[in-house]
């Protein structure tokens, strides 16, 4: 599978992306959400990790804007925050609308968990 991480922080999308690669698969990844309409509208990505809070655009203002795209509205979104509480994992799932959501810091195990959840087409 082919994945789009985007989060501002360095060492998360390093982390991410080792642990992808070291489960067979691929990955791209940006610092910011510039520009990851345009990407995922081209429909290549199986899902995106998407970090909630970023300094230019928040995740929840970001997925608002890719839910309300009609090219990008079914992409498969996976919060990957610290962001760990009951409600907070309720927000970003029920009220922001991601798929899943994956507690920083990732483990493999948390991960090949989320990964299951992935559509494959």
């Known amino acids: 599978m082919k994945f789009l991480i985007v989060d501002d922080s360095n060492v998360d999308r ?4 080792s642990l ?3 489960l ?3 990955t791209e990844v940006c610092s910011d959400t510039e520009g990851v309409i345009d990407k995922l509208s081209q429909g290549q990505y199986n899902a ?12 929840y203002k ?3 804007a890719l839910r309300s795209n009609d090219s990008t509205a079914k992409q498969h979104v996976i919060f990957c925050s610290s962001k760990k509480t009951v409600l907070e994992i309720n927000y970003g ?22 990964l299951q959840k992935v559509p494959l087409a």
């Open 48 to 59: 995106l990790f998407l970090d909630i809070v970023m300094p230019n655009q928040d995740g």
């Open 20 to 22: 992808l690669h070291e």
């Open 93 to 114: 799932i029920k009220r922001a609308g991601a798929d899943e959501y994956l507690v920083k810091p990732v483990t493999k195990e948390t991960l090949t968990e989320v």
């Open 24 to 26: 067979g698969h691929e």
């Open 62 to 64: 970001f997925l608002r």
């Open 14 to 17: 390093h982390l991410l992306s």
